[in-house]
């Protein structure tokens, strides 16, 4: 199992990111996906979560109406739109996938012991 995030780097407040992670040795396509993220200091945060096919996701409301979810399965791609960037938004983030096909499994889900899921992450920081 392997997955690689890509696209963190340095971002002024106020800008975007785009975050991928691609994805192999597993079904991608039949489980829901999720992105989480680790401030410095801090614990892991669930950021977001995309349905297996798709059509249905979900987003913490820290990042609700900024940050945009999707998948394509045939290239076994996860992205994350981040927009409207802020400080705030600094951390590593990661993708990892929830455990089931349903997107609510990717909220409820306990990163912290389900860690060995994720990616090696790609770091996100917001500064002027």
């Given amino acids: 199992v392997q997955l690689v995030e890509s696209g963190g ?4 407040p106020g800008g975007s990111r785009r975050l991928s992670c691609v994805v192999s040795g597993f079904g991608f396509s039949t489980y829901a996906m999720g992105w989480v993220r680790q401030a410095p200091g801090k614990g892991l945060e669930w950021v977001s979560g995309i349905s297996s096919g ?11 109406g900024r940050f945009t979810t999707s998948r394509h399965n045939a290239n076994n ?3 994350l739109q981040m927009d409207s ?3 705030e938004d600094t951390a590593a983030y990661y ?3 929830c455990g089931s096909g349903f997107v609510q499994y990717c909220r409820t889900t306990n990163w912290r012991e389900e860690f060995a899921r ?4 790609t770091q996100v ?4």
């Fill in 77 to 79: 791609t996860l992205w």
């Fill in 118 to 121: 994720l990616g090696q992450g």
């Fill in 125 to 128: 920081t917001v500064s002027s």
């Fill in 9 to 12: 780097g340095f971002v002024q």
């Fill in 95 to 97: 993708c990892g996938h």
């Fill in 54 to 64: 798709g059509t249905i996701t979900d987003y913490a409301d820290s990042v609700k």
């Fill in 85 to 87: 960037l802020k400080p």
